[in-house]
């Protein structure tokens, strides 16, 4: 089964709204990661956070982790066209691997 | 440029052959996996290798094989392949556990 679940698994917003995807996983981790895939192409990392942090930012994302809840959010702000793709989550547990989710494919129309 | 690349970028394959997937980076990276991506399914891990000369099983281990005799390659093996393995298949790197990890552009296998 998988540790890490992506809501809502597609969204469509018009460009300069903000896109909210949310992760839910089942166990305890080390950290957790975003990665972003734009059709066609391989994962592009975009933010880890551990899992005694709450909040990053970088640029126009901010990612925030509830361990209690088990649920991490990833907030793009202001999204343009170019943000069109599909974003994962990761889940790192006490191994070296990562459990990814199944993905919300953002549309973002100009 | 830093990277990783795949070869080759899509196969067609008929059911029954053998075929190797290669993965080179020349990042150094201790760490490195094999995926593959299915519709709906997401990434599911087959085989990972921490540092060279070890290897283990992923999520979906079975009717692959994988070696690390150096640092930078890491070739996926299908012995035999089924038409369940068609597929997209990614491989990453990494320098260490709880780090990023780097991906490749991806190998698209079709068995017929």
């Known amino acids: 089964s998988q540790q890490g679940e992506e809501d809502p698994q597609a969204l469509s917003i018009q460009e300069g709204e903000n896109a909210t995807m949310n992760c839910s996983y089942k166990t305890s981790i080390n950290n957790l990661q975003w990665y972003r895939q734009n059709s066609g192409r391989g994962l592009v990392h975009l933010i880890l956070i551990r899992s005694n942090e709450r909040e990053k930012h970088s640029g126009r994302l901010r990612v925030t982790l509830d361990t209690s809840k088990k649920s991490s959010s990833l907030l793009i702000t202001a999204s343009r066209a170019a943000d069109t793709a599909s974003y994962f989550c990761?889940?790192?547990?006490?191994?070296?691997?990562?459990?990814f989710g199944t993905g919300t494919r953002l549309q973002v129309f100009p | 440029i830093a990277g990783i690349t795949q070869a080759p970028t899509s196969q067609i394959l008929a059911a029954g052959r053998r075929m190797t997937l290669r993965c080179t980076q020349d990042m150094r990276h201790n760490a490195m996996y094999w995926y593959r991506q299915d519709l709906g399914l997401g990434l599911r891990l087959i085989h990972y290798s921490n540092t060279a000369g070890t290897t283990g099983k992923g999520e979906v281990p079975d009717g692959y094989s994988v070696s690390r005799a150096n640092t930078d390659d890491f070739p996926l093996t299908l012995a035999s392949a089924v038409p369940s393995q068609t597929s997209v298949y990614f491989c990453?790197?990494?320098?260490?556990?709880?780090?990023?990890?780097?991906f490749g552009p991806g190998t698209r296998l079709t068995v017929l």
């Open positions: 990761a889940t790192e547990l006490n191994t070296d691997k990562l459990i």
């Open positions: 990453a790197s990494r320098p260490g556990q709880g780090l990023e990890q780097f």
